[in-house]
């Protein structure tokens, strides 16, 4: 049998990197937007700023 077919039952290496879920007092203690208006970029167009708006809306 080939080493692919003996590692078929070994839960793959990519899951075991995805983050766990964040226990209550870490959900408390994370940063937060306060407003959206901290997104805000300078130096934009009318047309990337109403694009920007947009995507923020949805």
Known sequence: MSDAANDAHEIPHGVKLLPRDLTEEELGQ???L???DALLID???VDEDE???AALRS
């Open 34 to 36: 306060a407003s959206v």
């Open 43 to 45: 130096g934009l167009t």
């Open 30 to 32: 994370a940063p937060f």
């Open 51 to 53: 694009a920007f708006a």
